[in-house]
Each structure stands twice: as C-alpha cells, then as structure tokens.
C-alpha cells in the first residue's frame, strides 16, 4: 500500500493522462497498521481505526480485492483468483510490465500437537478483535462458574478446575507482538475484573513462554531484562529458555516439566514469509523469502521488486545480514521502491535501500512502554508516549491520525468500554434458532 501510494504521487500526471495503471491485489480491501493490533485488542483503539481503507487511500489506483495464486516472471503474467470466486474455478491472467511482490508474512508454526486446534496468531485485526472479546468471555465464565460452584448440588472440584482454565491465559514468543498483547490484554482484564465481585486480579494467570533467555531482544539486553522485571511485578509468570510441547485439547505441556489447562493459547513466536510468494519461479533464499537486491529489484529479474517482511534484503548498514523484517524497515522500503519504479519508468539510476535501524519502542499497558531510540533508554510512561506518537505518525491519511487521536483523547475521560462480542463470530445462531433449525442452550 505505501508503495502505491508513493506511486501515486510521483506519477500523478501519467495516471491522470492514463499512460500508467497502478493496480493493488489484495484479500482484503484495507491495509491493516499491525502496530497499533494491542490497543485495538485492548479497547485503547477502534479496531476500524487501525486499518487504511484501500479504495479512500489509493484513490488514483485500481484495487482487486482476491489472492494471486502463481507468479510466472517469463510471461510478465500472474494468476489471480476473484474474492468469492476461490474454488469456483475463477482463476484469471494479468499482465504486467513492473510487478512488486510485498506479501508480507504470516505466522511461523512448529508440528506442535495441538497448537493448530487451540493457538491463535496476532497479526490480523480479526485475530485481534477475537482475543478482546475471548478474555472478557472468560471472566463471564469464570464469574458464571463461581456462582453455580456455589450451590450445595454443584461438582466444586470440576467447576474449579474449570475456572482456573478459563482464567489462565498463555503467549508464546516474547517478541514485539507476544509482549505486547500479553501485557495490554493483561492490562485491560486487570480494569474489567473490577466489574466482576467474585473474581480478584489475584485469579488470573498469565503465562509468558519463551525459548531463548530474554525477551524483547530489540530494545537491547538492558531494556529487555527492565521489562521483564516490569512483567514480573505485575504477577506475569514469564518462563525464559522454555519451549511449548503439546497443547492438546487446552492442557499445555512445557519443556520444564509444568503441565495445566488454559482456555487461551496465543502464539507469536515469529513470522515466515507469505508462502504466495514460492507459487512460481522467484528465487528463494532457504527461509522462503525473496531473493532482494539493495536496489530493492528481485535477483536475476527484470522490473520485478520485492520489499518488506517476505523479501531478504541486504542490510547495507551491516555486512552480511538482512533488513529486519519490521514496520520500520518496510515503510522505508516502499518508498524507496516507488522511487525505483519511477527512475526505470523515466530512465533513470535506481539508488539502493539504506536506512541504519534507529531503535525501538513498545507498549506494555496504559501508560506503561519500553524504548530504545538513538541509543536513549526510556521506560514508563515517557517511553508510552513516544511509542504512541511515533506509530501515530506513520499512520497513513489524516482521517485516521484524527480518529485514532479522538480514541486516545476519549481514554482520558471514560473508561473503556468493558464487553464481548463473541456472538459476531457466529451471526446465523439466533436466525437459526428462530428458523427451528437449532436447539437453544
């Protein structure tokens, strides 16, 4: 998306003449900003307002909402299949003269048993939105269970082992996404139990499980074990140098010999590219990313570019190593390769892609951050507040720079609102009940 809008600009003319086409195919028909997926899955944020409507930003650009299926660069041709059209045989061609391939990634899973039925990732909006409403349904189960446990007729035991599970929530992956939305999501259940009398923060557990021995590895040693030590305070369990063995049917089982039941496995430990990007013939490096020059144009291929989290592209700060596959890195990018485009299009020299990594900020909480930035460490709430305004900056459109202001400001008058909508993850129950097609219950 940036790499179109960039177009966009730089080539208003042609495309005002319609000398150049710019078309964006993407599944879905918004950009999702994945910075700002914690606070919307906390509540600090309208989930709408995290995302870039595509047709509103790219307004000069043509958008086909459906997934590319194959890339054949000796044809200057792609396969793309329609939204609807998936199994439906509606497979069609397009043609190309310049192709960007900027999948991105998704998440990097292990044969865990278990994992695939119970886990779920943080990098969609929908993911996100499904974790805010599951915690909050587990404390309705939760407080539900402490009340039936009440009565004298009642399984005590099993309605207790039930609770436990309900209120034990596990992340695995202590990077950006797995701190992150553990200690937002951790933070928002600390503010809802409040509306619960029967459950005290005290209840819940939150789990952290990481393989290696620290966490947050991108703010620096100094700045990952302070926020470990933050965690810690606030009653998170975090397990260093543990990894998850089996998650079947909610009992968790680690590598340090601990066994319980949770209702909630999250799992953000790493990310792979899209796997789109091995349907044809671009080169692959062996973790199945694109093989990227500094240029930002694919090896080997002419006029066809890669950026971004499914692209390894050389680091020129740093001899030998690849651009991290970040936020930071991929916005530059885009730019970058829009420009490329622009001086192959006007025949002109590409220039290569060099930016020298300046740091790093996270949320853990309302006014709670890390950061790392130019080599100046912050914590508290002065690193939550450069965390903030600087994804707040690279928001793309005023129009959701301004709607995501207007939810900060609100915060600071109002509580967050404190409700599940788990029914929208099924919205034909109720029809069919009324339809006779279901039992109630």
Not at 24 to 40: C, D, G, N, R
Request: glycine share 10%; aromatic share 6%; hydrophobic share 40%.
């Amino acid at each position: 998306m940036y790499t179109a809008l960039r177009l966009q600009k730089r080539l208003r003319s042609e495309l005002r003449r319609g000398e150049v086409v710019v078309t964006v195919i993407e599944p879905q028909s918004y950009m999702t900003y994945q910075p700002f997926l914690p606070e919307a899955a906390a509540g600090n944020l309208e989930p709408r307002h995290v995302v870039a409507p595509l047709r509103r930003v790219l307004r000069r650009c043509q958008v086909l909402n459906g997934h590319v299926t194959r890339i054949e660069t000796e044809r200057n041709r792609i396969q793309f299949c329609p939204a609807g059209a998936e199994g439906a045989g509606g497979v069609q061609e397009v043609g190309y003269d310049h192709l960007v391939v900027a999948a991105g990634s998704i998440s990097r899973t292990l044969p865990i048993p278990g994992l695939a039925e119970c886990g779920i990732g943080f990098k969609t909006v929908e993911e996100a939105i499904f974790l805010r409403n599951h915690v909050i349904r587990q404390l309705d189960i939760a407080a539900s269970l402490t009340a039936v446990g009440s009565g004298p007729s009642a399984d005590a035991a099993a309605d207790a082992r039930a609770r436990r599970k309900a209120l034990t929530f596990v992340f695995v992956g202590a990077g950006f996404a797995g701190v992150e939305a553990l200690a937002e999501l951790e933070d928002m259940a600390q503010d809802a139990v409040k509306w619960y009398p029967n459950i005290d923060g005290t209840d819940m557990r939150w789990v952290m499980v990481e393989g290696t021995d620290r966490i947050l590895p991108e703010v620096g040693p100094e700045m990952g074990r302070w926020t470990a030590e933050a965690l810690r305070r606030r009653g998170i369990d975090l397990k260093l140098n543990t990894l998850l063995k089996s998650a079947e049917h909610g009992r968790i089982v680690l590598s340090d010999g601990e066994e319980f039941d949770a209702a909630t496995l999250v799992w953000t430990a790493g990310v792979k590219a899209h796997p789109m990007v091995g349907e044809g013939d671009l080169p692959l490096t062996d973790k199945g990313q694109v093989k990227a020059t500094a240029e930002l144009t694919v090896e080997g291929l002419d006029r066809v570019y890669a950026a971004g989290d499914n692209a390894a592209v050389p680091d020129l700060t740093s001899e030998g190593d690849y651009c991290a596959p970040n936020a930071q890195h991929a916005v530059r990018q885009a730019k970058r390769l829009a420009d490329n485009i622009v001086a192959d299009h006007r025949g002109k020299a590409r220039k290569p892609y060099v930016h020298k990594y300046v740091g790093s900020v996270a949320g853990l909480g309302l006014h709670k951050g890390v950061a790392n930035v130019y080599g100046i460490k912050l914590r508290g709430i002065l690193a939550w507040l450069m965390h903030r305004t600087y994804h707040l900056s690279r928001m793309p459109t005023v129009n959701r720079k301004m709607r995501i202001t207007a939810d900060w400001t609100l915060a600071l008058f109002f509580r967050r609102e404190i409700v599940s909508l788990g029914e929208m993850e099924s919205p034909h129950q109720e029809f069919e009940l009324a339809a006779g097609r279901r039992q109630p219950g």
